[in-house]
């Protein structure tokens, strides 16, 4: 069974920072890319950041670029997000996700942009950024 566990979220003031944790299992953890997605109150879900099945590789929403850092240990099937320069407008709950594939695209079957490529889930931690 597929089950990928969040911690980490909490509440942060302006410029402060996170560091989210998902801890994967019932997969090999270094086949697939994996991502980060959020969804703030009120929100549809927003992907955040991808990084390839290996490390190497990793790709940034707009609204994130330079604040926040994606890695994984593929030693202790874990990925991370390194959230620095919190603003207020990062609140949300954040979710971990698999993505179907060691490396990913921005078109084809599985845009990695796309919320609905990704076929597992975990549940969730909130983060929230306010004074």
């Known amino acids: 069974e597929v089950q990928l566990v969040e911690s980490g979220g909490g509440l942060v003031r302006p410029g402060g920072s996170l560091r989210l944790s998902c801890g994967a299992s019932g997969f090999t953890f270094s086949n697939y890319a994996m991502s980060w997605v959020r969804q703030a109150p009120g929100k549809g879900l927003e992907w955040v950041s991808i990084?390839?099945?290996?490390?190497?590789?990793?790709s940034y929403a707009d609204s994130v670029k330079g604040r926040f850092t994606i890695s994984r240990s593929n030693a202790k099937n874990t990925l991370y997000l390194q959230m620095n320069s919190l603003k207020p407008e990062d609140t949300a709950v954040y979710y971990c996700?698999?993505?179907?594939?060691?490396?990913?695209?921005?078109?084809?079957?599985?845009?990695?942009?796309?919320?609905?490529?990704?076929?597992?889930w975990g549940q969730g931690t909130q983060v929230t950024v306010s004074s």
């Open positions: 996700a698999k993505y179907p594939r060691a490396t990913y695209s921005s078109g084809g079957t599985y845009p990695y942009t796309d919320t609905r490529s990704y076929d597992y």
């Open positions: 990084i390839s099945s290996g490390g190497g590789i990793t």
